[in-house]
């Protein structure tokens, strides 16, 4: 039976998936990243974890068509070279792709994490017959991917789709990336840490802690208790949220001209708290026509969709059609 590995690389987890040739996932497994103290460390764990993956759970015991990996942080296409990853603890250039070829005997094609995500909605998601659309990944920061005539957009080097770092305010909030007013300072999950620093020191205990201990992955959470227990102050917050993604969109949808955009990420879960004001928003910042003519939707593959999109790439081999 005819099958491909897809690899999605986070910050903290690494998830496989055995992906058939019609996008349907058979076998999954998520294993926790150990503490990498080189790019030589990375490849050689990487390599031994799909392997063991892949003799546990291949089809037949047959070898797969190929393995593909999305990774957060800019990725060279197609010689899967990382630059400066900001989630890794090493920086310069990292010639992952190459490295890993050598330590594994089927071919690895690795792109960024949020093109790869582009890809699994195109083949099977929302995507899927839909010739211009936009992906936006809501979570701790913003990724995203552009397909254009049915074309993933990777640009000159590689490292197209920084939608995350479109700005939104030039004179805005500092962004890590150095700098300002990025769309992730606002519509993320930093960008929410970013709105309830600016409340000043009348936050609750909880709240507090969670930022101060740079836990911010539970703020949302803890916002949605408090609005579910009627304190409608903390919807400022979804709706500086919902402005910043809406003048996005709106930029969006003059740049490309979409028939969709497409929110994905942890973020998406919470989407009744931002959603329609931000599609409401995004009318005010583009022009009339092609706003009509775009849905903005919400993800149905969840966290599947870098699986079936780094899976897809290794079918593909080339890559260049999602
Ligand atoms: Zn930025």
Not at 230 to 258: C, H, Y
Request: hydrophobic fraction near 40%; proline fraction near 7%; charged fraction near 20%.
């Amino acid at each position: 039976m005819e099958y491909a590995i897809g690899c999605d690389v986070g910050g903290t987890f690494v998830k496989m998936g055995v992906v058939l040739a019609d996008g349907a996932v058979t076998a999954r497994d998520m294993v926790p990243l150990p503490p990498l103290t080189s790019p030589g460390y990375l490849a050689s764990w990487l390599a031994g974890a799909l392997t063991a993956f892949q003799e546990k759970n291949a089809p037949d015991g047959t070898p797969p068509k190929g393995v593909g990996i999305g990774i957060p942080g800019p990725v060279r296409f197609p010689d899967g070279t990382l630059f400066d990853p900001p989630n890794l603890p090493f920086s310069g250039e990292i010639p992952l792709g190459k490295l890993l070829r050598g330590l594994l005997p089927v071919p690895v094609t690795i792109d960024n994490d949020a093109t790869v995500q582009t890809i699994g909605e195109a083949w099977v998601g929302q995507g899927k017959g839909v010739k211009n659309f936009i992906y936006l990944a809501l979570g701790t920061g913003i990724g995203g991917g552009i397909v254009t005539d049915g074309a993933i957009t990777r640009g000159a080097l590689g490292m197209a789709g920084e939608i995350g770092h479109l700005t939104i305010d030039w004179h805005g909030r500092p962004c890590r990336c150095g700098s300002r007013g990025c769309l992730e300072t606002y519509a993320s999950i930093n960008g929410i840490a970013n709105s309830l620093r600016e409340m000043g020191p009348s936050l609750p205990a909880d709240i507090r802690e969670s930022l101060e201990n740079g836990a911010w992955s539970g703020l949302p959470g803890l916002l949605k208790e408090r609005l579910d227990q009627g304190e409608t102050r903390w919807q400022k917050v979804w709706d500086i949220f919902a402005d910043a993604l809406g003048a996005g969109m709106g930029s969006l949808i003059n740049l490309f001209n979409p028939e969709k955009i497409i929110i994905s990420g942890g973020l998406s879960y919470h989407s009744p708290l931002f959603l329609s004001r931000a599609v409401e928003t995004s009318r005010r910042y583009c022009f009339r026509r092609p706003a009509a003519s775009c849905d903005i939707v919400t993800s149905r593959l969840k966290d599947n969709a870098g699986i079936i999109g780094a899976a897809r790439m290794a079918f593909l081999s080339t890559g260049n059609t999602p």
